[in-house]
């Protein structure tokens, strides 16, 4: 009699892992790819005024302007009294209101170019200018001190520093002018004399001809 063979039942399990990856994709649908949103960059801390450290600021340089025109100007430096000071920014005060030209004559150096340009005139119309020789300006412009006059004293007393810039043109001018005028007092040689000194000769010119000059201006400013 046959033996019965015993029919072993093994356990067969299934793989679901892939139909699990498949089922779960049927069923979860696709997430879009979203763009990343950039987040925004944060804001620079500004520090309260408190909190910052103060830096001591430095103080302007003087700076040399190199416009040509500037370069070209000449400066003429004088150490005149307090007094003829104050008589000429009283000539300069009558002349602007005698003129009417507030806006144009606003310092006491167009003031001076016009009295050059004046006392210019009047002695070329009377064929009595004569330029300056360079000789003459330089004796003129001297350092050191002059021969001690009673005049002299009267001129520098409480001296003041006056600074005027002019083109080289009226520069000369001013010299000539100095030279004409000794010229016609037979003075060119005076050692008390210097552009400084001619300051108060030069207001009272200018004084003396006052309607003159002021016509003058007004047809030359």
């Not at 400066?75 to 003129?99: A, G, Y």
């Not at 108060?200 to 007004?218: A, T, V, W």
């Amino acid at each position: 009699m046959a033996k019965k063979q015993k029919v072993v039942e093994k356990e067969f399990t299934l793989d679901l892992g892939n139909i699990g990856k498949i089922a779960n994709e049927k069923e979860t649908p696709k997430q879009e790819n979203k763009p990343e949103k950039k987040e925004p960059k944060p804001k620079p801390t500004v520090k309260k005024e408190g909190s910052r450290r103060e830096v001591p600021k430095e103080e302007p340089k003087a700076v040399v302007n190199s416009k040509t025109e500037d370069i070209n100007k000449r400066q003429l430096r004088l150490v005149v009294s307090k007094d003829h000071i104050t008589q000429f920014e009283d000539l300069f005060k009558r002349f602007v209101e005698q003129t009417e030209t507030y806006w144009v004559n606003t310092s006491r150096v167009h003031i001076f170019v016009l009295g050059t340009l004046y006392l210019k005139q009047k002695y070329t119309t009377t064929k009595t200018y004569h330029e300056a020789p360079a000789d003459f300006i330089k004796f003129i412009s001297r350092k050191g001190n002059r021969l001690k006059s009673p005049e002299s004293t009267l001129r520098k007393m409480e001296a003041t520093p006056m600074f005027f810039e002019m083109d080289p043109e009226i520069f000369q001018a001013y010299f000539s002018v100095i030279y004409s005028f000794l010229l016609s007092k037979n003075d060119e040689h005076n050692l008390s004399y210097s552009a400084s000194y001619f300051f108060k000769d030069f207001i009272d010119l200018l004084e003396n001809s006052f309607k003159s000059f002021c016509n003058f201006g007004k047809n030359n400013s």
